[in-house]
C-alpha cells in the first residue's frame, strides 16, 4: 500500500522482498509525465512529448462520442464477459473484428 505521498508503507508477502527494499526510491509511485482525459476516459503515457490526446485519438473521438453520447444517466462498468466459440483459426474473429470497426 501507498501513502498519500506516493511513499510505499507496505506490500504483501513483505518478507519475500530484499531488506531496504521499501526504502528505495524506485519502490515509491512516480509521477506521470503525460495525464490527459477526454470524456471521462483517463489516458496515461510515460512519453513526455507524446503528441496532444486529441491528436492522437484520431477518429477513434468518433466512436468515444457516439458510445458516451448514448444517453444522459452516464456510463458504469457491467461486471462479467464476453466469450465466443467459433472452429476457426484464432485470428478470425479478430480480423473480422477490426474490420467491421474500420467500415
Known amino acids: 500500500m501507498f501513502g498519500a505521498d506516493g511513499k510505499l508503507r507496505s506490500q504483501p508477502g ?21 495525464y490527459e482525459s477526454y470524456r471521462d476516459f483517463n489516458f496515461v503515457s510515460f512519453d513526455p512529448n507524446i503528441i496532444p ?7 477513434a473521438r468518433e466512436y468515444l462520442d457516439v458510445i458516451c453520447d448514448q444517453t444522459d444517466a452516464g456510463m458504469s462498468i457491467v461486471a462479467g464477459s464476453q466469450e465466443y466459440s467459433i ?3 484464432w485470428k478470425l474473429l479478430t480480423e473480422t473484428a477490426s474490420t467491421a470497426i474500420t467500415r
Open 87 to 89: 472452429r476457426a483459426n
Open 53 to 59: 490526446l486529441v491528436d492522437y485519438l484520431g477518429n
Open 14 to 34: 513483505e518478507e519475500s522482498y530484499p531488506e531496504g527494499f521499501k526504502d528505495r526510491d524506485t519502490s515509491n509511485m512516480q509521477a506521470v509525465p503525460r
